[in-house]
């Protein structure tokens, strides 16, 4: 079964940290590009920060200069470092990946993933 698998969520105090991780498993091929969403109550899922194949960063506007995205292609894992959180950073966090997995060229498939959530709560 080919699936993302996130962790790393919690509760904090404004201006703490976390790290959450996404692993990818199930017989991978390749892995394109990856992001991290998050959706707070009542409002629409949005971008957090992605980042392609080869390492370029995209960040949204309210998290640049507190998180960092970074992937580790021989784990098959994403990681998003989240500094100086606010509480308006409250939300679930999902990963998102776009690959191709498949025991060999006669059934790999493109998947676009997602993780079942993680809860990010800041608050004091």
């Known amino acids: 079964q080919v699936q993302l698998v996130e962790s790393g969520g919690g509760l904090v105090q404004p201006g703490g940290s976390l790290r959450l991780s996404c692993a990818a498993s199930?017989?991978?091929?390749?892995?394109?590009?990856m992001g991290w969403y998050r959706q707070a109550p009542g409002k629409q899922r949005e971008l957090v920060a992605s980042?392609?194949?080869?390492?370029?960063?995209n960040y949204a506007d309210s998290v640049k200069g507190r998180f960092t995205i970074s992937r580790d292609n021989a784990k098959n894992t994403m990681y998003l470092q989240m500094n100086s959180l606010k509480p308006e950073d409250t939300a679930v966090y999902y990963c998102?990946?776009?690959?191709?997995?498949?025991?060999?060229?006669?059934?790999?498939?493109?998947?676009?993933?997602w993780g079942q959530g993680t809860q990010v709560t800041v608050s004091s």
């Open positions: 199930g017989n991978i091929f390749v892995i394109n590009a």
């Open positions: 980042i392609a194949t080869g390492g370029t960063t």
């Open positions: 998102n990946a776009d690959l191709v997995a498949g025991t060999g060229w006669w059934n790999r498939q493109r998947y676009d993933l």
